[in-house]
């Protein structure tokens, strides 16, 4: 089955943890990219990534963190620096420029 | 900065009505703008991408336009159903060397009422 897959769906966070978000496709995509939505809002872009062991920084990139060691995989990292880190994130990937798919999302609430 | 506007908000509709959901865009450089449907807890679903070229795609009851000029797309749903339901998005993505972003409008809620 080909898509992007998130894991965990639902993640909670106490204060003071860093906790990392899970982003995988078998899509062959070059770009990937992570957003978060806040309630009724739009997303916003955290981090993105052209090709393995780059990637650059977005609108929001501030208590986040990323790597990108394979094609297939782009973790991100919520820190301790992120604030107010209870939103909903939504991986993507894209083949260069075309349209970018979604995978399901991930809950992250702090305690 | 590009900023993009999705109106109205929220939009309750009975079923079978034609409508239409717009969003505007304050920088005209764009690459190409994407619609994108979103239900409750989900990850969105792509329905249409238009290339900065072009002025309109359709996908079954669906038609998207463009005016790049303006800084305007429309979507425009035919006869509307119940499934139909959920909030719509658009995005644009910047023309830049590096990267591919999409900035993305708040979104229109849709209901459609049997």
């Known amino acids: 089955d080909g898509g992007i897959t998130q894991s965990p769906k639902y993640l909670f966070r106490k204060e003071g943890q860093n906790v990392t978000l899970s982003c995988e496709q078998n899509?062959?995509?070059?770009?990937m990219y992570w957003y978060r939505q806040d309630p009724g809002q739009g997303l916003r872009l955290i981090y993105y990534?052209?090709?393995?062991?780059?990637?650059q920084k977005g609108d929001i990139a501030e208590g986040y963190s990323v790597s990108r060691e394979k094609k297939e995989s782009f973790p991100l990292t919520v820190t301790s620096a992120q604030k107010n880190p209870t939103a909903f994130y939504l991986c993507?990937?894209?083949?260069?420029?075309?349209?970018?798919?979604f995978g399901p999302g991930t809950r992250l609430t702090v305690l | 900065k590009q900023e993009v506007t999705q109106i109205p908000a929220a939009l309750s509709v009975p079923e079978g009505e034609n409508l239409v959901l717009n969003c505007s865009f304050t920088?005209?450089?764009?690459?190409?703008l994407q619609w994108f449907r979103q239900d409750p807890g989900k990850g969105l679903t792509s329905l249409l991408l238009?290339?900065?070229?072009?002025r309109e795609q359709t996908s079954g009851r669906l038609n998207a336009s463009l005016d790049k000029s303006s800084g305007r797309s429309t979507l425009y749903i035919a006869a509307s159903q119940p499934g139909d339901s959920a909030t719509y998005l658009c995005?644009?993505?910047?023309?830049?060397?590096?990267?591919?972003?999409?900035?993305f409008g708040e979104g229109t809620q849709l209901t459609v009422n049997p």
């Open positions: 990534s052209q090709i393995v062991n780059d990637f």
């Open positions: 238009i290339q900065s070229s072009q």
């Open positions: 899509l062959n995509h070059d770009a």
């Open positions: 995005a644009v993505r910047r023309r830049e060397t590096s990267g591919s972003r999409l900035t």
């Open positions: 920088d005209s450089a764009i690459y190409n």
């Open positions: 993507a990937s894209s083949y260069r420029t075309e349209t970018q798919y």
